[in-house]
C-alpha cells in the first residue's frame, strides 16, 4: 500500500511535538532512535509555544525551552529544533503546523510520531481524517497503553526503547534541590543550573 504522502520526493522527516519543559535524555533517545533505527532521514523536534493558559513557574518560557532543546542537539544533524509554531495563530492545531511545513519543505514527507497514549485520541484532533489521509503516523510505546487493533492503515507502531522519564519529574527535582545529572544532557543541566530554571527561587 501506498503512503499517504508516497508521491513526496524529498526527505522522509519524523516530526516530535512537545512541549520540552524541559527536554530530557527520554526525548532525545527516543528521536535519534527513529532518525537512524527507521525509514526516517531525520526527526525534527517541534516545540510548542507558550499557552496564555498556562503561564507560571511550570511552563519555562518558549524562548528557553527552545534555547535548551537546541542545546540538546547540538552536534546530531539526524536532529533539529523548530519554532515554527511560535508565529502560527493560537490556538493552533496539528493539521496547521503540519500544513505550514509541508509549504515551507514541499519535496519533503512529513511523519508524525506520538506516543500510544495520544493514539486513541487521535480521531478527536482538528482535522483527524485529513491528518491520517495525508500523513503517516509512527506510534511509539507508553506505558499502560495497548495499540488498537486493528491499526488505522497510516498509523506503524515502532518499538522504540521505552525511558519513563518525565520532565514533571525533572521539575520536581529541580525545586527540591536534587541532581538532574544523566536525565539531560550535560550542556542542558548547565543551563539550567546557571539561570536557575525551575528553582524554588524562581
Not at 522504540?160 to 538532574?180: E, V
Request: glycine fraction near 6%; include cysteine.
Amino acid at each position: 500500500m501506498n503512503s499517504p504522502a508516497s508521491a513526496r520526493s524529498g526527505r522522509k522527516v519524523g516530526l516530535l511535538f512537545g512541549s520540552f519543559n524541559p527536554i530530557h535524555t527520554g526525548h532525545l533517545i527516543l528521536a535519534n532512535f527513529m532518525a537512524t533505527h527507521t525509514d526516517l532521514e531525520a526527526v525534527w523536534l517541534v516545540v510548542s509555544p507558550q499557552s496564555p493558559f498556562k503561564v507560571g513557574k511550570e511552563l519555562l518560557g518558549e524562548s528557553e525551552r527552545l534555547d535548551l532543546a537546541q542545546r540538546a542537539i547540538a552536534g546530531n544533524d539526524r536532529l533539529r529544533v523548530l519554532d515554527v509554531e511560535f508565529s502560527l495563530p493560537k490556538p493552533n492545531y496539528t493539521i496547521t503546523t503540519l500544513d505550514r511545513l509541508r509549504a515551507q519543505h514541499p519535496a519533503d514527507q512529513f511523519v508524525l510520531l506520538m506516543g500510544g497514549d495520544n493514539l486513541s485520541d487521535l480521531h478527536r484532533w482538528e482535522a483527524a481524517d485529513r491528518i491520517q489521509a495525508e500523513f503517516e503516523v509512527y506510534v511509539y510505546p507508553r506505558p499502560g497503553y495497548a495499540a488498537p487493533d486493528p491499526l488505522p492503515p497510516s498509523v506503524r507502531l515502532v518499538e522504540a526503547p521505552l525511558l519513563d522519564i518525565s520532565a514533571t519529574f525533572l521539575r520536581q527535582c529541580l525545586r527540591a534541590g536534587q541532581s538532574i545529572r544523566y536525565l539531560v544532557p550535560e550542556a542542558v543541566e548547565q543551563r539550567i543550573q546557571a539561570q536557575g530554571y525551575y528553582s524554588a527561587q524562581q
